[in-house]
């Protein structure tokens, strides 16, 4: 009985190692799970058509990424990134910008605040700390100066101005419309127009003050 049990072993053996042997040296052999070895070439947004679904159900897989539908608007966190900026780069447009173009936040403390951070990252080389167009930049010689926010040039400059001229650029200042996000354009506008302000309290308090004297 022993006798039988080694030999049909041995025999067993014997078989399972010649079935590994192959003719050709580059086949693999059986392959007991092919498709953990290959899996299908299922490409993304191609419309297989007709053999879409005898691939589906031969492979059964789910259809791969689609082409959007014609007209479809990319959705980013906030819808306002969204909307596209229709005003034309000329003077008209600008002007048109300057009566209609209006912020969609209000002007308060937490706009200020967030506008802050992108402003150091992105303004102050040339417009300084206090937008008073003195940046390390300018101060270097390396580029021309721009007014200050609260020069009687810009004092009054509407919002919807700053946003076309972020948008687009003007003169020596670059567009910024690769760098910012719309809602990024008009939290940084939102410190902008805190910066227009700067010392208009400092005026009413020595205004105060001479009135006092006089
Ligand atoms: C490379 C230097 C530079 C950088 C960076 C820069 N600016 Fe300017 N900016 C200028 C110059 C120069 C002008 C004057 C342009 C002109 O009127 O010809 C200007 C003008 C402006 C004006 C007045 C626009 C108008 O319509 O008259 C605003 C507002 C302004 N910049 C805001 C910003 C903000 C906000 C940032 C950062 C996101 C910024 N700038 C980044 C150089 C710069």
């Not at 290959?38 to 589906?56: N, Q």
């Not at 912020?103 to 802050?116: A, C, L, T, W």
């Not at 402003?119 to 102050?124: D, G, I, L």
Request: overall charge negative; hydrophobic content about 30%.
């Amino acid at each position: 009985m022993r006798k039988a049990i080694s030999t049909i072993s041995s025999l067993l053996i014997v078989i399972l190692v010649l079935s590994s042997c192959m003719k050709r040296e580059q086949s693999p052999g059986y392959e007991y799970m092919p498709d953990m070895y290959r899996s299908p070439a299922i490409e993304a947004y191609v419309d297989y058509g007709e053999i879409r679904d005898t691939i589906r159900e031969e492979l059964n897989l789910s259809l791969s990424a689609r082409k959007p539908a014609e007209g479809t608007v990319p959705r980013s966190e906030n819808i306002l990134n969204d909307l596209p900026y229709t005003i034309p780069n000329t003077q008209e447009g600008y002007a048109l910008a300057g009566e209609v173009v209006k912020s969609p936040f209000p002007q308060n403390e937490e706009y200020i605040e967030m506008g802050k951070g992108i402003y150091t990252n992105f303004c102050v080389q040339c417009h300084g700390a206090e937008g008073q167009g003195n940046g390390p930049v300018v101060e270097k010689g390396g580029h021309p100066a721009p007014n200050a926010y609260n020069s009687p040039n810009l004092k009054e400059l509407p919002e919807g101005k700053m946003f076309h001229t972020l948008t687009y650029g003007k003169g020596a200042m670059g567009s910024h419309a690769s760098q910012l996000t719309k809602v990024e354009r008009w939290k940084v506008i939102a410190y902008v127009k805190h910066l227009q302000k700067l010392g208009e309290e400092g005026e009413e308090e020595s205004d105060g003050a001479e009135k006092i004297k006089g």
